[in-house]
């Protein structure tokens, strides 16, 4: 029973009970706080709904019920029960047909109160239809709750689709920044590689047994130092306080013999004073090296005078 009680909260909320259920739900909802819990929100819910919904009345709607009002309407003049006229005869009076439809029976006073109340305009499809349109109610407003929900997610959703694109973005900015490190990385070990043989080659030249150390001045300022080996086919220079020179000039190195000068490599840019080694392979009839300062890209053939020039040791 209290089950069944439970279930019409729906429909007392809208006011779509009959009286003898109302009464009963009334009893019960004095001792259930889970029923009055309900029962309040059904009705914020639905007072949201009728707002929603609500419109403005017609001008001339509320003249029109005043004037109607105030016109008197006719009544019709219904004989009192047991008031049935006396007939000579002896026999007894005909039946009087009663507006509420009992025949031949009185009435308490009172009694049928609640299934006129249960009848009353806008109520003839009785309680199973008051109970539909609570329900209906309550799934409108459930239906604006889902409704809401959903805005809600797909507000979330679109958030986070924002989101995965943004970090979609930093994901390649720091792809492509690790691709950009691995190429210097790879750079840097070709770079080592080449000094670790250039070093390896200068170690022989050194350790070679017929190395010749020469040291000439340059003209322009500061000392070249040139160490040959015949027998290791190898020839190393190097140089210290020559002066700097624009962006766009640079010292190169020749080799000379019976063919005439032949470029042998430009000098990297001074650091601490010291250019970097330039090691590089002989031929065997060279037998000058010179330095002359050129276009920062090098020149096929010396454009200026040397401003060094210096005999190899034979072989």
């Not at 009464?23 to 914020?44: D, N, S």
């Not at 930093?170 to 490190?181: E, F, I, K």
């Not at 010749?212 to 190097?238: I, M, N, W």
Request: charged share 20%; proline share 9%.
């Amino acid at each position: 029973m209290d089950d069944d009680l439970h279930a019409l909260s729906g429909a007392y909320a809208v006011d779509a009970l009959p009286y003898a259920e109302w009464v009963v739900f009334e009893e019960h909802l004095r001792g259930c706080a889970g029923c009055g819990t309900e029962v309040r929100r059904l009705r914020e819910t639905a007072a949201r709904l009728a707002g929603a919904v609500a419109v403005n009345p017609p001008p001339g709607l509320r003249p029109r019920l005043l004037a109607a009002a105030r016109r008197p309407s006719p009544r019709p003049m219904l004989p009192l029960l047991g008031d049935a006229p006396a007939r000579g005869d002896g026999l007894a009076p005909p039946p009087v047909a009663r507006p509420w439809g009992g025949e031949g029976r009185r009435r308490k006073w009172g009694q049928g109160w609640g299934r006129r109340r249960e009848q009353g305009p806008g109520q003839g499809r009785g309680w199973p239809a008051r109970m539909l349109a609570g329900l209906a109610a309550v799934c409108a407003a459930a239906a604006v709750g889902l409704g809401a929900v959903a805005v809600d997610a797909r507000r979330d959703s679109g958030g986070l689709a924002a989101e995965s694109r943004r970090l979609a973005e930093a994901n390649q900015r720091l792809s492509d920044a690790n691709q950009r490190l691995a190429g210097v990385n790879r750079q840097v070990a070709e770079t080592n590689q080449r000094l670790a043989g250039v070093n390896r080659q200068v170690a022989v030249l050194l350790a070679a047994s017929d190395a010749r150390t020469v040291r000439r001045p340059v003209a322009s300022g500061g000392t070249a130092t040139v160490v040959v080996s015949r027998s290791a086919g190898r020839l190393l220079f190097t140089s210290s306080g020559l002066p700097s020179l624009p962006e766009s000039r640079g010292y190169e190195l020749w080799l000379m013999g019976p063919g005439g000068p032949r470029p042998a490599g430009l000098l990297g840019r001074a650091e601490g004073g010291v250019t970097a080694p330039v090691l590089v392979t002989p031929l065997r009839g060279d037998e000058r090296v010179a330095l002359t300062v050129e276009p920062a890209r090098g020149s096929p053939r010396p454009t200026t005078d040397p401003i060094l020039l210096a005999d190899l040791p034979a072989a």
